[in-house]
């Protein structure tokens, strides 16, 4: 019996230790196809900033002061286009980060729609976009604007489900 209750114990501890470093999430909607669709399984690497710092393709999930219908915060899952310091801007379907044209080969329609001119991404703040653009909530809209890092819940390392899509992020 003393037995058990350690391995119970122990198997707590670790969970513990598991659960401050990754956080399973479901994908709600839309907004990251082709890259996540809905009710795929991923995880979360809840301490990616605390040891590094934001990339640019990097996908995150943030707070947002954003409201669900049942009056709960609405968490947003977004790829990070704009760092710190950059200028960005969106112009004829294209995104400029500091006046140069971006690749983005992950978006669904290949074309960003809105305009955006000359936006300096503050300190400590991120620019996101989904990559099914013409659906996406994102930065490009006032009610979410730029991202505050410290805002970030975590930044997506591995699909899970379905099984067949395993995919590990860079």
Do not use: W
Not at 56 to 70: A, P, Q, S, W, Y
Not at 74 to 98: A, F, H, Q, W
Not at 106 to 120: N, S, W
């Amino acid at each position: 019996m003393k037995g058990l209750i350690k391995e119970i114990l122990i198997a707590i501890v670790i969970a513990f230790i598991i659960m401050q470093f990754i956080k399973p999430t479901i994908v709600k909607e839309s907004s990251m196809e082709p890259t996540l669709y809905e009710n795929n399984y991923i995880l979360l690497n809840k301490q990616a900033y605390n040891f590094g710092e934001p990339k640019r393709g990097d996908i995150i999930v943030f707070h947002t002061g954003l409201k669900l219908e049942n009056g709960k915060e609405k968490m947003l899952i977004k790829r990070v286009i704009g760092l710190p310091g950059e200028t960005i801007s969106i112009d004829s379907g294209i995104v400029y980060i500091n006046g140069e044209p971006l690749e983005e080969n992950y978006t669904k329609d290949g074309y960003t729609d809105g305009h955006v001119e000359d936006l300096i991404i503050p300190e400590g703040e991120l620019f996101v976009m989904g990559d099914n653009r013409l659906v996406s909530i994102d930065s490009r809209l006032d009610e979410v604007g730029c991202v505050k890092i410290d805002d970030v819940l975590g930044k997506a390392f591995v699909r899970l489900y379905p099984f067949n899509g395993i995919k590990v992020f860079k």
